[in-house]
């Protein structure tokens, strides 16, 4: 099994412009979330999905942000207009069912310069 | 919400070492987990632990749930178990909640 994988690792862009993350969760798994990382706001929940379903979607900071999960096994986030403040690294992350034992991805790292 | 709590901070370790890294939780949960967050920035899963004892290796977790903490127990530590070790927890919500962690420093 490749784990979580996501994409790009690494995204450098202008204020301004469209960012898409992307994300394959592991074949099997019904649940997917995505995180933010930052220094000074740790670990944040922004949305998850149950059965390609948004469950709940409390954590998108603003209307900028979006995901959709079109099928089992890919989820997009985007960030439209990104601003500097987005900057910060993005998880995702998958499981069987709910919370229970949650996989990471590698991680994508977005700046806004 | 549900806080969660870490302690120590930081802890900086030589290698063969054992040590205990602590986690609170302010209200009950049905759902611990303990990641360890390598120095390239990789989470693992090391436990998941609602209740009772569990060991994987050098490692073991315990969550007294009646008491609202777990604890995390490395022992013979090495190099390699460097990084942030995160508790998260969850109570019928799905919403797995973070600690600010324990950064891990282990030096030969």
């Known amino acids: 099994d490749a784990g979580v994988i996501q994409s790009p690792r690494h995204e450098v862009t202008e204020m301004g412009q469209e960012v898409t993350l992307r994300c394959k969760p592991i074949s099997g798994h019904n649940s997917l979330f995505w995180y933010r990382q930052t220094m000074m706001r740790g670990l944040e929940l922004l949305i998850y999905f149950n059965n390609n379903v948004p469950i709940d979607d409390s954590g998108m900071p603003e209307d900028r942000f979006s995901a959709k999960m079109p099928n089992a096994s890919f989820s997009t986030l985007k960030i439209q207009p990104s601003e500097p403040r987005d900057s910060a690294v993005y998880f995702c992350?998958?499981?069987?069912?709910?919370?229970?034992?949650?996989?990471f991805g590698a991680g994508s790292r977005l700046t806004v310069l | 919400g549900i806080q969660v709590e870490q302690s120590p901070p930081d802890l900086i370790l030589q290698e063969g070492a054992n040590s205990t890294l602590r986690c609170n939780f302010s209200d009950s949960v049905n759902n611990l987990q303990w990641f360890h967050q390598n120095p390239w920035g990789q989470l693992i899963n090391l436990f998941y632990i609602p209740s009772g004892t569990k060991q994987n290796g050098r490692l073991s977790a315990t969550t007294v749930a009646t008491e609202r903490y777990s604890l995390l127990y490395i022992s013979s530590s090495q190099t390699t178990d460097s990084g942030v070790y995160f508790c998260a927890v969850e109570r019928n919500t799905d919403k797995l909640i973070f600690g600010t962690g324990t950064r891990l420093q282990v030096f030969p």
């Open positions: 992350a998958s499981s069987h069912s709910g919370a229970n034992v949650l996989t």
